[in-house]
Structure formats: structure tokens, C-alpha cells
Nanobody
């Protein structure tokens, strides 16, 4: 079982940047795709971004494209989510997830593809 631990959340001003990290422990994680989802208060969890094993393919939700960048360091079993130009609507709990690497955007953006989840880290963007 893969265990995931997120960090980097906090309170920021609109327009600021923030970097989230997710470290994976346990079973071999280097074979996994990694992703981030977020859940705003009273809303369903939504896809943010994901990356395949080799980092050759990265997928983004339209709402964050061009402002968020996902990267991974397999030697450290860590993924990084750099968020720029944050907007108040980005306020949510951000969850890191590990799943299967599939060369398909639809699958890589689906929560059902990710079997392991972290506890989440709160990001609050004030206007």
C-alpha cells in the first residue's frame, strides 16, 4: 500500500504563488502515476493535474492550465505542484493521489484511476 503525505498548504493572497509537495512511502511508487485533486467546501472532488511515470505526459484541468505546473522527482518519491496566480476559487483541500500510468487523458484525470490518497492539505486564497 502506498502512503502519501502532502505539505505546503496555507493561507495566501490572490495572485500569489504556492508550492505543494507530496511524498510517497511504502510499496514501490516509482511505477505509479501521480495526481492532484481538490475539493472546495460543499463541492465534489475535482481533478487538477496528473503526471505519468516518466513525466513525459502531464495533464491539467482547464481551470489551472498555464498557471499550475506539476513535476516529479522519482529519486525522492515526490511530486511538486507549483501554483501561480492563485484565485479565490482555488480555495480547497488539495489531495495527492497515486494510481496507474495510462496513456489516456480521460483515465489520468479520473479519480477512479487513483487507488491511494493522502489526507489532503488546505489551501485558502483570500481576495
Amino acid at each position: 500500500q502506498v502512503q502519501l503525505r502532502e505539505s505546503g498548504g496555507g493561507l495566501v493572497q490572490a495572485g500569489d504563488s504556492r508550492k505543494l509537495s507530496c511524498v510517497a512511502f511504502g510499496r514501490t511508487v516509482i511505477t505509479n502515476a501521480m495526481g492532484w485533486f481538490r475539493q472546495a467546501p460543499g463541492k465534489e472532488r475535482k481533478f487538477v493535474t496528473s503526471i505519468n511515470l516518466s513525466a513525459s505526459s502531464t495533464y491539467y484541468a482547464d481551470a489551472v492550465k498555464g498557471r499550475f505546473t506539476l513535476s516529479r522527482d522519482n529519486a525522492k518519491n515526490t511530486v511538486y505542484l507549483q501554483m501561480r496566480s492563485l484565485k479565490p476559487e482555488a480555495t480547497a483541500v488539495y489531495y495527492c493521489a497515486a494510481g496507474r500510468t495510462v496513456n489516456d487523458r480521460l483515465t489520468m484525470s479520473s479519480a477512479s484511476n487513483f487507488a491511494s490518497w493522502g489526507q489532503g492539505t488546505q489551501v485558502t486564497v483570500s481576495s
